[in-house]
């Protein structure tokens, strides 16, 4: 199976930006749903995105939507979150994982097969 993993997390400031990438290996994306999850220290796994690789559809947390994106680059095998206007609540380490959700179960962690080491994004203040 696929094997996510994730890079690109790091120190930015209040209302900057950042991009985070997840890169397949082992297998290609084709066929998967690829999602972002994140968790803050002493919080439980929080859904970010999610986006079905051969036709783009997403899916977004409704708090996050319109500051975060996610895309794919098929060409790359890659999955990009692109995180604009953060805000401190946003520091948590970022996960990235493969699998096969129906529509109505993107958000939920356990039906993800694989799982990337997660990535650290901190936003100072």
């Known amino acids: 199976q696929v094997q996510p993993a994730e890079s690109g997390g790091g120190l930015v400031q209040a209302g900057g930006s950042l991009r985070l990438s997840c890169v397949a290996s082992g297998q290609t994306f084709n066929g998967y749903t690829v999602g972002w999850f994140r968790q803050a220290p002493g919080k439980e796994r929080e859904f970010v995105a999610a986006i079905r690789v051969n036709d783009r559809a997403t899916t977004y947390a409704d708090s996050l939507k319109g500051r975060f994106t996610i895309s794919r680059d098929n060409a790359k095998d890659t999955v990009y979150l692109q995180m604009r206007s953060l805000i401190q609540e946003d520091t948590a380490v970022y996960y990235c994982?493969?699998?096969?959700?129906?529509?109505?179960?993107?958000?939920?962690?356990?039906?993800?097969?694989?799982w990337g080491q997660g990535t650290q994004v901190t936003v100072s203040s």
């Open positions: 994982a493969a699998g096969f959700p129906v529509m109505s179960a993107r958000n939920n962690a356990n039906v993800y097969r694989s």
